[in-house]
């Protein structure tokens, strides 16, 4: 079976599928090829059974797209992408308008544009009421593209969230925004850090299945 070979100090073998449907296989530096080897063989029923999955998943990616009329996700609810004469582009608490004649592409470009003002309007002020509740000061609120995280906080206290967290439910982002602004008093996910999020929201724990729930739809649309 063919795999990408990473080393380095790490004191595990770790493998992995990537998004590209290959197999990476990280391994410490002591560690030998020929016992990566069978240990790969041995897992080999696991890794064809996530490479055929990673495929389909591939499959349904290669072919989203959108297009007027279609439904898509803010906070939790479906809107349709609508047609309006005109240049702008934006929601009108019914649907994503945008100009007409649009090709595809851009219709998604314009679908994120109003996606990433979205996001900036509303989780900033969410942030602002959490940061009062909580006795926090982030130092700055951004919006970013990330895809494999929905927020983050760096060491200087600025929070940072993935535009897509605009399409959870309401009280997911709530969530997400009182995870990162937890992090302001613990840079970790010790067990006072939980207690902080536990304390502001006592059933995280379903949030967390929600976010899970919706990167397992986004992992089969192309948002690129």
Known sequence: ?????????????????????????RAPYKISESEI?????????????HLEARKQINEQKSTFSLNYGDSVLFMGKEYPICAKSGHSVGFDGSCFYMPENLNDQEIKFAVIQIYKMLAKNVLTDKVIKYARI???????????????????????????????????????IDYVVIHELAHICEHNHSIRFWAIVENILPDYKEKQEGLKILQRRLSKEDWD
């Not at 079976?1 to 296989?25: C, D, F, H, P, Q």
């Not at 080897?37 to 059974?49: F, G, N, Q, Y």
């Not at 951004?142 to 399409?167: D, E, H, P, Q, V």
């Open 1 to 25: 079976m063919n795999y990408t070979l990473l080393r380095s100090n790490r004191k595990t073998i770790a493998i992995r599928i990537t998004e590209k449907g290959t197999v990476e296989v």
């Open 37 to 49: 080897d069978r240990l790969v063989h041995t897992k080999e029923t696991w890794i064809m059974e």
């Open 134 to 172: 909580m006795l926090v000061i982030p130092t700055a609120v951004k919006i970013n593209s990330a895809k494999t995280r929905w927020g983050s906080c760096s060491g200087k206290n600025s929070i940072n969230f993935s535009w897509r967290l605009i399409m959870a439910q309401d009280d997911i």
